[in-house]
């Protein structure tokens, strides 16, 4: 049985090895590590003397965004440890698939990409009255930029694929009993993620990035209940990240 299966969740909650309690802590760990990874850039810039050093940490989310799925993957190794799982087993990766998996992510981006915009423009009007969205990713040293095109896209979008699908979606389905209301706690804690990513103290712009996040994190959720299936998903992830750092250096 695949140790993510519903069924073998359903065992662990039966068993004790599962209860709310993990669950409850991953679930705004990517928001709480993404602040603790920019104020660690943000006194590198203060120790640069830098007049405004929280401000100048913004642009480097590219790079500093490995430090966050550093700690989501040290804390997910201990949850699922606890559950007598491994770590990787929230991915169920299986080589037979994986060509078929990687031509299926390509597949999903366009779809992905009715969300995305469709979520940008309508949290634009809502939030400034313009379909135009404010970018928030600035120039990067070439290094920090090739590290933010070839790197950090293929960490980050299996790291967060884990942590919202692969664990926490599950999770709640078994622990709440309720599909309906694991798809709406994961995706609200998924779009609020994006308000601290990076964080702005602007309550506009982070209203914003919360709004704008919300129909792909539906449409991702539902999407997984749909295939079961992570490798899809991060790979279409880390492509469209990719070209989210890769657009502006072609500009």
């Not at 073998?8 to 004790?16: C, E, H, I, S, V």
């Not at 999903?108 to 400034?128: D, E, K, R, S």
């Not at 308000?195 to 919360?210: N, S």
């Not at 749909?226 to 490798?231: D, G, Q």
Request: one cysteine or more; hydrophobic letters at 55%.
């Amino acid at each position: 049985m695949d140790p993510n299966s519903h069924e073998a969740l359903l065992g662990r909650r039966n068993a004790g090895t599962l209860t709310w309690r993990g669950p409850a802590l991953m679930l705004f760990a990517r928001a709480a590590c993404a602040v603790g990874a920019q104020a660690i850039v943000a006194v590198v810039f203060v120790l640069r003397s830098s007049p405004t050093p929280w401000h100048d940490a913004e642009p480097w989310l590219p790079v500093y965004g490995t430090l966050i799925d550093a700690g989501c993957l040290a804390l997910l190794w201990r949850l699922t440890r606890r559950e007598g799982i491994h770590l990787f087993d929230l991915v169920g990766f299986a080589k037979t698939r994986l060509v078929r998996d990687l031509l299926l992510g390509v597949a999903i981006i366009p779809l992905c990409l009715v969300f995305i915009f469709g979520g940008t423009y309508a949290a634009g009007w809502l939030i400034y009255g313009t379909p135009s969205r404010p970018y928030f990713l600035g120039s990067l040293p070439l290094a920090a930029a090739i590290y933010g095109v070839l790197v950090w896209p293929f960490i980050w979008g299996l790291v967060e694929q884990m942590t919202y699908n692969g664990y926490l979606l599950p999770r709640f389905q078994v622990l709440g009993r309720s599909t309906s209301l694991a798809i709406g706690i994961v995706a609200f804690a998924w779009s609020l993620q994006h308000a601290f990513m990076p964080l702005t103290f602007d309550a506009k712009f982070m209203a914003y990035r919360l709004l704008a996040s919300v129909p792909e994190s539906i449409f991702i959720t539902l999407l997984y209940l749909r295939l079961r299936r992570l490798v899809p998903l991060a790979f279409a992830h880390a492509l469209m990240d990719g070209a989210t750092v890769l657009i502006p250096l072609l500009k």
